[in-house]
């Protein structure tokens, strides 16, 4: 196992050398979402869901700085080294495929959980944050960091320049995480909207982890966890394959 602790602690060693880039960011823009949206708009909103609008947003925007942390970790890591061509020393060493996968991985969940410490602590100078189930939201968020993981790995693969590593983000991460629930419960969309929502992976995850925090869910629990093992077994079969086959490594 010390080649998979060695790849984890390069990658640690790796976002933490540069901090104030990966670490500093996110909490900047959720402060500012709480402070915008949460207080000054929010005072001005009624109660949603049972609690206070600020608290009713809080879970999304913490699952937004955990994909997006995990996301970016393992993308621009995994394409960094393919494009200094370190990535090929890792290849030729006989450390094997799903220790590559789980040693980025780590790092990636690993910055994630840093970020929504972070977050969570910055929160709780602006809300009385409370958690009815602690030991899901801790699932949730390891959960929802591994599935993003995994989507930036996926993307590091494939990617043959540092633009289409903000691709995904950019038109894909980012709509999704606005249309799924972060702002607003579905249940005020139009019906057909609503039937639309369902389809958006992300608002399985929010509304997951919204349950955990304030005990209420427009969501299916139990769905939630199914959508997010489900797609994390798709990928990690797909990337390995990819791997074994030196895709976009050794074409």
């Not at 708009?41 to 879970?59: A, H, L």
């Not at 290849?91 to 220790?99: E, G, L, Q, T």
């Not at 299916?220 to 990337?239: E, K, R, Y």
Request: aromatic letters at 16%; hydrophobic letters at 55%.
């Amino acid at each position: 196992m010390t080649d998979l602790i060695t790849l984890t602690k390069k990658e640690v060693a790796r976002f933490l050398r540069v901090w104030k880039q990966t670490l500093v960011p996110p909490v900047i823009t959720i402060v500012l979402y709480l402070g915008i949206f949460g207080k000054f708009i929010g005072d001005r909103i009624s109660v949603v869901e049972g609690v206070s609008y600020i608290d009713f947003i809080f879970p999304g925007l913490l699952m937004m700085s955990v994909i997006m942390a995990a996301y970016q970790n393992t993308s621009s890591s995994f394409f960094g080294a393919k494009f200094q061509k370190s990535i090929e020393e890792l290849f030729v060493s006989p450390m094997a495929y799903w220790k590559i996968l789980l040693g980025f991985c780590a790092g990636a969940m690993l910055r994630a959980v840093m970020v929504a410490g972070l977050v969570f602590i910055a929160a709780a100078f602006m809300t009385d944050i409370s958690i009815a189930h602690i030991g899901l939201a801790i699932v949730f968020i390891l959960l929802s960091a591994l599935l993003f993981a995994l989507l930036g790995l996926f993307n590091g693969l494939y990617a043959k320049s540092f633009d289409d590593i903000a691709l995904i983000p950019t038109f894909l991460i980012t709509p999704l995480i606005y249309l799924g629930g972060v702002f607003y419960p579905i249940s005020i969309l139009p019906p057909f909207w609503q039937f639309v929502s369902q389809f958006n992976p992300i608002l399985y995850m929010i509304g997951g982890l919204r349950y955990a925090f304030i005990g209420e869910s427009e969501i299916n629990i139990f769905l939630s966890f199914g959508i997010l093992f489900s797609l994390i077994t798709v990928l990690i079969i797909i990337i390995l394959y990819l791997l074994k086959r030196g895709y976009g490594i050794r074409t």
